[in-house]
Nanobody, 126 residues
Framework: QVQLVESGGGLVQAGGSLRLSCAAS????????MGWFRQAPGKEREFVAA????????RLTNSVKGRFTISRDNAKNTVYLQMNSLKPEDTAVYYC???????????????????WGQGTQVTVSS
């Protein structure tokens, strides 16, 4: 079992920055690839970013490339999402997720993540 707790959300003006953190319980954090997803009101959940178990490779959805960065610190059992140049369309609840499907380095597919956090609200005002 892995428990995930997100933090760092809030209200920010367009062009501003936020850093989301996701702290994981347990001693096997490094055995999970990690992802960030978001869900805006009235919209489906969408993939934002993913990172491999070791942190040596990442993937970002096209709409956030050049603005967001995903990273992890396995010693601290934490994954981060640095968000710069925020836009109003980034407003959503952001969720972190952990997965460990065999043979999968990371994935954009939500149902290949076994554990999810409770979410943190990010609101970007124009």
């Amino acid at each position: 079992q892995v428990q995930l707790v997100e933090s760092g959300g809030g209200l920010v003006q367009a062009g501003g920055s936020l850093r989301l953190s996701c702290a994981a319980s347990g001693r096997t954090f490094s055995s999970y690839y990690m992802g960030w997803f978001r869900q805006a009101p009235g919209k489906e959940r969408e993939f934002v970013a993913a990172i491999t178990r070791s942190g040596d490779s990442t993937r970002l959805t096209n709409s956030v490339k050049g603005r967001f960065t995903i990273s992890r610190d396995n010693a601290k059992n934490t994954v981060y999402l640095q968000m710069n140049s925020l836009k109003p369309e980034d407003t959503a609840v952001y969720y972190c997720a952990a997965g460990n499907w065999a043979g999968t380095s990371y994935t954009v597919v939500g149902n290949r993540y076994a554990y999810w956090g409770q979410g943190t609200q990010v609101t970007v005002s124009s």
